[in-house]
C-alpha cells in the first residue's frame, strides 16, 4: 500500500521552501509535525497496517520524517540571517560616537574624614559606639555635670523637642550610654551629629563631632597627651602640639589641644589670626562627678575624654576655607573628593 507517496514527500518540502519567515516556517512545522499534524496523524496509521507492511510503512514514514525536519532547520537558519540582515540595515549604528558617560558618586569629604578617623582610633584599640541625636536632657547635660545655669542650656543655643528631650548638642552623652553599659577598662569613640542652634559664617545648626573615652584604672594625663599626640601625628604628620588650660563641666583638669598651623608652619597668618596654632579639640581627666552619675567607682576608676569637631579636621586636611562648601552640596566642590 502507499499511503506514503513521492507527492506528500514534495508538497511538504514545497510549503517549507515558500515559507518567507521565522514565524510561517514555525505554523508550516506545527501542521506537518504537531500533535495533529499530517505525519503525526499518518503515524497513527501503523495500526491499521498489516504485519507485513509494517516495517516498510516505517521505513518511509521515518524518512519523511526526517527530510522534513531537516528542511524546516535549514530554511529556518536561512531565515533567520536574513531576518537579522535587514534589521542590522535599518539599524544605523554609528560606532564611532563617543560612549555616554557614567557620573560616579563618592563619599562627601566629611564621611570620608569620619571613616578615617575612626580607622586611626581603631587601630589604637578604641570601640566605635553610637548614640541616638534625639537625646535626653539627663545624658546630654545632667549627667555630664553641666549644672542648670550653665549657657549650653539656653533656649536659645539648644533645640528642644520637650523639656526633657533636645537634639543633642555634643556627642559627649554617648559617654554616658557606653559608661552604663560597660564596664571599665575600655577605650571608645563615637562620632555623629550634633545640633546647635546657630547660624553664621563659622557655624551650622548640624554639624558633627567625634568624642573619645577611655577609663580604667591608673589612666592619667600622660596616656591622654600620648594618645592624642599620636593621632595628631597620624593626621597631620610630624608637627608641634601644645595643651593649653581650659574649662569643661565634664572634666577635670581640662585642656584644648592646638596644633602648629597647617598653613604658616607657626609663622602666623590669617588662618590662626597670627597665633601659629588652630585649636583643634577639647579634652581632659572624667571629673569625678561624672564617674559618679554612671555608678562607677570614682576611687578606683580614672579616664580621659576629648571632642572634636569633625569639620574643622576636614577643613585643616583639605585646606578648605569655608565652612558652607560641606552644606551647600555643590558638585563642583564635591567632585574634587572623588
Ligand atoms: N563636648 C564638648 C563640646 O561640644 C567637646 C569636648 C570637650 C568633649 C572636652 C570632651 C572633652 O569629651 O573632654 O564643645
Redesign the pocket.
Known amino acids: 500500500m502507499s499511503i506514503i507517496n513521492l507527492e506528500m514527500k514534495e508538497t511538504a518540502l514545497k510549503r517549507i521552501e515558500e515559507s518567507t519567515n521565522v514565524l510561517e516556517i514555525e505554523q508550516v512545522r506545527v501542521e506537518l509535525l504537531g500533535k495533529k499534524g499530517t505525519i503525526t496523524e499518518l503515524s497513527k496509521k501503523m495500526k491499521e497496517i498489516s504485519n507485513e507492511e509494517k516495517r516498510e510503512f516505517g521505513q518511509k514514514l521515518n524518512e519523511l520524517r526526517d527530510s522534513i525536519i531537516e528542511a524546516i532547520e535549514n530554511k529556518k537558519e536561512i531565515l533567520k540571517n536574513i531576518e537579522q540582515l535587514s534589521k542590522l540595515k535599518d539599524e544605523t549604528l554609528d560606532i564611532s560616537l563617543p560612549g555616554r558617560k557614567v557620573n560616579k558618586g563618592g563619599e562627601h569629604p566629611i564621611t570620608q574624614t569620619t571613616n578615617y578617623l575612626k580607622e586611626i582610633f581603631m587601630n589604637m584599640g578604641f570601640d566605635v559606639s553610637e548614640g541616638p541625636e534625639i537625646e535626653k536632657t539627663e545624658y546630654n547635660f545632667d549627667a555630664l555635670n553641666i549644672p542648670e545655669s550653665h549657657p549650653s542650656r539656653d533656649y536659645q543655643d539648644t533645640f528642644y523637642i520637650k523639656e526633657n528631650e533636645v537634639l543633642r548638642?555634643?556627642?559627649?552623652p554617648v559617654?554616658v550610654r557606653y559608661m552604663l553599659e560597660n564596664k571599665p577598662p575600655f577605650r571608645m569613640i563615637a562620632p555623629g551629629k550634633?545640633y546647635r542652634s546657630d547660624y553664621d559664617i563659622s557655624h551650622t545648626p548640624m554639624f558633627h563631632?567625634l568624642?573619645?573615652?577611655m577609663v580604667g584604672e591608673n589612666i592619667s594625663f600622660a596616656n591622654l597627651k600620648a594618645i592624642l599626640t599620636e593621632f595628631v601625628k597620624k593626621v597631620f604628620g610630624e608637627t608641634k602640639v601644645r595643651f593649653r588650660p581650659h574649662f569643661?563641666p565634664?572634666?577635670e583638669p581640662?585642656a584644648e589641644m592646638d596644633v602648629e598651623c597647617v598653613i604658616c608652619k607657626g609663622q602666623g597668618c590669617r588662618l590662626c589670626k597670627n597665633s601659629g596654632w588652630l585649636e583643634i579639640?577639647?579634652?581632659?581627666m572624667?571629673d569625678p562627678e561624672v564617674l559618679k552619675a554612671v555608678g562607677y567607682d570614682h576611687e578606683k576608676y580614672t579616664g580621659?575624654?576629648?571632642?572634636?569637631g569633625i569639620e574643622r579636621v576636614t577643613m585643616l586636611r583639605f585646606g578648605i576655607d569655608d565652612l558652607r562648601a560641606f552644606f551647600e552640596n555643590d558638585v563642583r566642590f564635591l567632585r574634587q573628593f572623588n
Open positions: 548638642t555634643h556627642t559627649s559617654q550634633v563631632q568624642e573619645g573615652l569643661f565634664f572634666t581640662s579639640m577639647g579634652c581632659g572624667v580621659f575624654a576629648f571632642g572634636m
